[in-house]
Each structure stands twice: as structure tokens, then as C-alpha cells.
């Protein structure tokens, strides 16, 4: 009975796991689909709320790399990842290398474009798929020593010590692009300023651009109606978030507080 059940079992794995594949794949596309107009680099990317779907996948790789008896599955497996990996990026250099390129800001809640975001507000795909497929090599690699050696629990201590090296690679950049957005208490002292009385204002934010400095200034300033503005020809509030060098607001209105860390500033027209 016993010996049914394992037969069982291993006939029914690979149903599983193929399902899995589709199911996240069907909401891998979904996300696609919704990110499909945007220009910000990590929404090209990326798409929308993956991290989530893609563990599952992780999930039945790493049962792969500890099950599976052929070393020559394995090989086959690695490459066709690296081949999909380096077609995406084909794909996306030839059809979004200029947005790529922009400067339009990255947001480190991504764990996937955590290890390569650094400082740089762009993505470097070539850089990207680089270091991914070294990554996966070296993971196959590993796998395939754990099974000719019988010691399947060398790939876990390589997961582990992958997923340590990468929280204290990522450590920082989160730190920053979270927890060290600096002070912004001068925003909330506006309220008391110009902005008194819970005066209206206006943030434009075109196409493509981050939404992380607009969410903060709405938390420090919680008794003023702030609306999103995409054109300065939409604004209609007295006072407008905008970038301290746009230009048409550098000749018509008044700069009344600059943003200690941002290129972002409230002008009073």
C-alpha cells in the first residue's frame, strides 16, 4: 500500500506542478495586460503584484532541484530558463529601451529588482539578465553536484545562503528607499503656513512618474485635498506639487518650500 501510494505520488507531481505553472502564468499575463500602457522602468518590467504568484513557482523549482533523478532534466531546465531569460531581454531592449532608460524612479517594494536597483533611478537589462543567469547556473550547478553526490541537502543550504546574501545585499537599498526618505516634517509645517486653513493643492505627476512622494506628502498633510493633476493646464488649485525646474513654473509662479530630497517643490502661481 504503501509503495502505491509513492506511485501515486509521483505521477501526480508533475500534474501539479504543470498546474501551477498555468495558474501563474494566467496571472503573470493578467498583470502584463494591466501594466501594459505604463512607461515607469520597473512596471515594464515587472507588472503588478507578482511577488505573490511567483513563490509558488519558486517553490516547485526548488522541489524540482531536490527530486529530480536525471542530472540531464536538470541541465535542459537551466538552459531553456537562461534562453527565456535572455529572449524577454531581447525583446524589451528592442521595444522599451528608451523608457528603460528614463529617469522616471524604481520602488524598491519590488523584490525582484531589489538586488540591481542600487541608486540608479533606470534599469540596466543587460546587467539584469547577466546576473540572473549566473544566479540560476550556479543554483542548476549546485543541484546537479547534490545529486550525483546523494546529499540533496546541499541545495537547501545553497537556497539559504543565497536568500541570506541577498536580504544583506538588499539591506540598504530598502533602508533608503523606504525607511530613509529623510525628514520630511517641513511638509507637515506647511499646513500651518501656506497651506493653512486646509488650503486645496494640486500635485502633477505625469505619465510614468513614482506616486511615493505624493503619498507622503498626503500623510503629512492630512487636512488638505490633494488631487492628481497630469498637466499644468488640469491644475486649478493656487498651489501645485510639481518638479523645481519646470520649466513654465519657473517663469510664472513662486517656489514656496523645496523638498530636502527630491527635485519636488510647491510653487504658489
Not at 31 to 44: K, W, Y
Not at 103 to 122: T, V
Not at 157 to 168: K, N
Not at 243 to 257: K, N, Q, Y
Amino acid at each position: 500500500r504503501a509503495a502505491a501510494a509513492r506511485e501515486h505520488e509521483r505521477r501526480a507531481s508533475p500534474r501539479v506542478a504543470l498546474l501551477t505553472l498555468v495558474v501563474v502564468g494566467a496571472c503573470l499575463s493578467t498583470s502584463v495586460l494591466f501594466m501594459a500602457g505604463r512607461f515607469r522602468p520597473d512596471q515594464i518590467v515587472y507588472g503588478r503584484y507578482n511577488d505573490a504568484a511567483i513563490t509558488p513557482v519558486l517553490i516547485v523549482g526548488l522541489a524540482f532541484l531536490l527530486a529530480e533523478p536525471s542530472i540531464r532534466r536538470r541541465i535542459t531546465a537551466a538552459i531553456a530558463a537562461v534562453a527565456t531569460m535572455s529572449g524577454c531581454a531581447a525583446v524589451l531592449m528592442v521595444w522599451r529601451d528608451q523608457p528603460l532608460g528614463s529617469d522616471n524612479g524604481l520602488e524598491p517594494m519590488i523584490l525582484g529588482l531589489q538586488p540591481f536597483i542600487a541608486r540608479a533611478p533606470s534599469i540596466d537589462v543587460i546587467r539584469v539578465t547577466v546576473m540572473a543567469a549566473t544566479a540560476t547556473l550556479a543554483v542548476a550547478t549546485i543541484g546537479a553536484v547534490a545529486r550525483r553526490i546523494e546529499q540533496p541537502l546541499l541545495v537547501l543550504g545553497a537556497t539559504a545562503a543565497l536568500v541570506v546574501v541577498a536580504s544583506a545585499r538588499t539591506a540598504t537599498i530598502v533602508d533608503d528607499g523606504w525607511r530613509g526618505r529623510g525628514d520630511l516634517s517641513s511638509v507637515g509645517q506647511l499646513a500651518d503656513t501656506v497651506l493653512d486653513d486646509g488650503a486645496d493643492v494640486d500635485f502633477l505627476l505625469p505619465d510614468g512618474s513614482s506616486t511615493d512622494r505624493l503619498m507622503l506628502y498626503q500623510l503629512y498633510l492630512p487636512t488638505n485635498r490633494v488631487t492628481v493633476v497630469e498637466d499644468l493646464d488640469d491644475a486649478t488649485s493656487r498651489f501645485v506639487f510639481a518638479p523645481v525646474d519646470d520649466p513654465f513654473l519657473t517663469e510664472t509662479a513662486t517656489l514656496a518650500w523645496t523638498d530636502p530630497r527630491r527635485k519636488y517643490g510647491l510653487w504658489e502661481r
